[in-house]
């Protein structure tokens, strides 16, 4: 499985990123794709979230009403639209994937390189 993330990079406060995600080699049922990310010196935590079949979206409250998450099924690229970007959104994004096999139990979950953030203020 290999996730390639881009789109990151510099942007004063109030401005717009959108992250890539295009995932490739997958062979089991995805369940769900999500964003995180990790800010220097802090755990990583979750941005959003889309569950697959009825893409119910869930976001952190920090990001509510400012990000959100899509997902282009036919070209397996999950995407990120932030909006309105504050310095505290500074961090590295990561792109994740879970899944289970499609005729058993295994599950499993995937990792991007991640992509660097930075808001300036």
């Known amino acids: 499985v290999q996730l390639v993330e881009s789109g990151g990079g510099l942007v004063q406060a109030g401005g717009s990123l959108r992250l890539s995600c295009a995932a490739s080699?997958?062979?089991?049922?995805?369940?769900?794709m999500g964003w995180y990310r990790q800010a220097p010196g802090k755990q990583r935590e979750l941005v959003a979230v889309?569950?697959?079949?009825?893409?119910?979206?869930n976001y952190a409250d920090s990001v509510k009403g400012r990000f959100t998450i899509s997902r282009d099924n036919a070209k397996l690229t999950m995407y990120l639209q932030m909006n309105s970007l504050k310095p505290e959104d500074t961090a590295v994004y990561y792109c994740?994937?879970?899944?289970?096999?499609?005729?058993?139990?295994?599950?499993?979950?995937?990792w991007g390189q991640g992509t660097q953030v930075t808001v300036s203020s």
């Open positions: 994740n994937v879970r899944g289970r096999d499609y005729d058993g139990p295994k599950s499993y979950t995937s």
């Open positions: 889309i569950i697959s079949g009825g893409g119910t979206t």
């Open positions: 080699g997958i062979t089991f049922s995805i369940n769900a």
